[in-house]
């Protein structure tokens, strides 16, 4: 049997929606892979389904976060919990949300010989059901290419770093060096600071696109993708207001902000007068600052490169 190269940690709170398919999809990866779940203080079934999985699947071990200590995130805790328990030489970081492809850990780790690096990093392909996604997200990801460009990123000369906790794969002995989650544990973006703690050391970063890969549905409601930008779109511009605002407004605009963000529905409604915004179930395409509307089909590509979106129609 071939040696265990990959320990796979997916850190899991209320997940009972995707856990089986993130694990299975990971039990059916071309080479071993070590898989971990961090049940962290679940209230939904996600504990029974993974005691269930865990009967079918032996390289499935899961793990109880217990109480958070202070001075850490949920989610790096859980993380640093799962790579407490792995023995491989590579870890892959990856969330509950993602399906993984059978040839995914192998692709990723090809690439970290052929280019030396410490890191690789895919952008998943993105499911996007319904209007709202396809309004918004396509956006957001290629103002944050202009930001972090795959290109730069792999650079070794080029001090921008950056990563996608949806799949980051690390040198264990790498990952150590630089403290792990431990140097990392009070960041919302711990996979950047990671890859910049990385990059700042010597590491190689190897960024790419996740094309046929992996694939993740990021938010299943609408006010699930507003709380999660609130807090991390400021910190992925490196806290510039402008850039934030250029990225929300034309959001909001598309979708009509929950919470009462008046300031950025506005900026949206006079772009939406403008006709630089969808209408409903519209896919955004453009990647420029007067966005125009258009049709994107299955597997089509964001212009700047940044990921692939894969939509699935609304019901």
């Known amino acids: 049997m071939p040696e265990l190269q990959v320990s796979a940690i997916v850190p899991a709170r209320n997940e009972e929606a995707n856990i089986a398919g993130a694990v299975e999809s990971l039990a059916a990866q071309t080479v071993p892979v070590e898989i971990i779940v961090v049940n962290d203080a679940s209230t939904d079934r996600t504990g029974s389904i993974l005691a269930e ?10 793990v109880e976060t217990g109480e958070l ?10 993380v640093a919990c799962g790579v407490a328990q792995a023995r491989a030489p590579w870890l892959l970081l990856t ?13 990723g780790l090809a690439a970290a010989r052929q280019s030396g690096a ?32 795959y290109e730069r990123v792999s650079d070794p000369e080029d001090p921008v770093a950056a990563a996608n906790g949806e799949w980051l794969l690390v040198s264990r002995t790498a990952y150590d060096a630089v403290g792990g989650h431990e ?26 696109r996740g094309v046929n890969l992996a694939r993740s549905r990021m938010y299943l409601s609408l006010g699930e ?16 207001k402008g850039a934030v605002a250029s990225a929300v407004a034309v959001g909001a605009g598309a979708v009509g902000a929950p919470g009462g ?35 994107v089909p299955t597997g089509a590509t964001c212009p700047s490169g940044v990921r692939i979106f894969r939509t699935i129609p609304d019901p």
């Not at 969330?95 to 692709?107: F, I, K, L, Q, S």
């Open 95 to 107: 969330d509950a949300d993602v399906r993984h492809a059978p040839n995914g850990v192998e692709t």
């Open 225 to 240: 993708m507003w709380e999660d930008w609130s807090k991390n779109l400021f910190l992925l511009f490196d806290r510039r």
């Open 53 to 62: 999985l865990q009967q079918r699947l032996p390289q499935l071990k899961v």
């Open 261 to 295: 963000a008046a300031a950025a529905v506005g900026a949206g409604a006079a772009a939406a007068a403008a006709g630089t915004l969808p209408a409903r179930r519209a896919e955004m395409s453009s990647c420029s600052s007067a966005m125009t509307a258009t049709r």
């Open 183 to 208: 140097a990392v544990k009070e960041e919302m973006l711990e996979d950047v600071a990671l890859a910049r703690r990385l990059k700042r050391s010597g590491c190689r970063l190897h960024y790419a």
């Open 118 to 149: 410490a890191m690789v990093s895919y952008s998943p392909d993105q499911e996007l059901p319904t209007w709202w996604e396809r309004a918004t997200i396509p956006f957001v990801y290629c103002r944050l290419s202009s930001e972090y460009s």
């Open 69 to 78: 200590p202070a001075g850490w995130t949920g989610k790096n805790y859980a």
